[in-house]
């Protein structure tokens, strides 16, 4: 059977798990939705200011981030990376997110710590705690793993920079747990490869944001508030 698409990312399999509807529009058929995310748009934009700063590329400390000052100023101190590539094979082999022929899932980290022993991978979040950031951080010790198999475990942290208490979150994964993380990807994603009879939608708290709504002009049989036309 031919594969639909050829590689994937976190966000893709969010898509996915949210509405395949909206995944089809976007990954098979090549549409963008257009619709505004506010969200989103400010998340990307302290995003940008946290990469920018732990580069080195801005002064001072963004109001966005202050709650985390002192833990930014050690990521500098201890020579963070910003943006780690941890792409990788289907036969899971380290790659790139520009490597097009072999690339099978797209991985890129917020920060990361390496003392030689141990590395450390730092996401930041903006908003509230959801449940599924966990399973983004066992993706992220996956790429890790497969770009340093030496390592003995992987350690993740997740920053909700919006929040002023209960702001950190830690993860650890040890070779043993990223072993068996490998075979759940690999079975969760594998009918995003494969062409479906039908991708249905899947009404949620999300249309709103969608412009493949009905009453935005899309061909999706729901509106922006989940409800059919």
Known sequence: MQKVIKAWSFSSWKL?????????????????DSGFNPAFARGTEI?????????????????????????????????AEAETDLSITEAMKPSFGTDWDNVWCRIK?????????????????TGKKYGDNQEQCGLYAV???????????????????????????????????????????????????????????NPCHKCRFCSHASDKGGDCPYNSKGTRA
């Open 47 to 79: 995003h940008a200011k946290a990469e920018y700063l732990v580069k080195g590329e801005i002064k001072g400390m963004p109001n966005e981030l202050k709650i985390f000052s002192n833990e930014f100023r050690n990521l500098m101190a201890a020579g």
């Open 143 to 201: 790429g890790e793993y497969v770009h340093n198999p030496k390592l003995k475990q992987v350690d993740t942290e997740l920053w909700y920079l919006d929040l002023e208490e209960d702001n950190v979150e830690l993860h650890t994964y040890t070779v043993a747990d990223i072993k068996k993380l490998i075979k759940m990807w690999k079975k969760r994603v594998a009918p995003m490869f494969e062409r479906q009879d039908e991708y249905p939608p």
């Open 109 to 125: 980290v917020d920060a990361k710590v390496f003392d030689g022993h141990t590395s450390t991978l730092i996401d930041y979040k």
């Open 16 to 32: 996915w798990d949210t509405c395949r509807f909206a995944w089809k529009k976007r990954w098979i058929d090549g549409i963008k």
